[in-house]
Nanobody, 118 residues
Framework: QVQLVESGGGLVQAGGSLRLSCVASRRIFGSNAMGWYRQAPGKQRELVATMTTGGTTNYADSVKGRLTISRDNAKNTVHLQMNSLKPEDTAVYYC????????????WGQGTQVTVSS
């Protein structure tokens, strides 16, 4: 079992910045994807950004150019730098890691609230 712990959420004005961090309780060997999803009230959870062990990234169109994902494989951490935030970015942000080691796994953090005021 792997625990993911997020930090860095909060309240910010539109146009502001936040940096989310997520640390895994232990290293997961093999290739995997770590990243961020979000869920706004009344909406389905959606992908924000992911990065594979090898560095390949995937971003939602709505965040391209504003949010940047990074990870440190040695420290089992993933970060999300969020700039030029908009009210529509308001959501609970969840850290996730999934992959094969050798069986398939899919772990989630407890979520951190991001609120962007207009």
């Amino acid at each position: 079992q792997v625990q993911l712990v997020e930090s860095g959420g909060g309240l910010v004005q539109a146009g502001g910045s936040l940096r989310l961090s997520c640390v895994a309780s232990r290293r997961i060997f093999g290739s995997n994807a770590m990243g961020w999803y979000r869920q706004a009230p009344g909406k389905q959870r959606e992908l924000v950004a992911t990065m594979t062990t090898g560095g390949t990234t995937n971003y939602a169109d709505s965040v391209k150019g504003r949010l940047t994902i990074s990870r440190d494989n040695a420290k089992n951490t993933v970060h999300l730098q969020m700039n030029s935030l908009k009210p529509e970015d308001t959501a609970v942000y969840y850290c996730n890691t999934k992959g094969w080691a050798p069986n398939y796994y899919d772990y989630w953090g407890q979520g951190t609230q991001v609120t962007v005021s207009s």
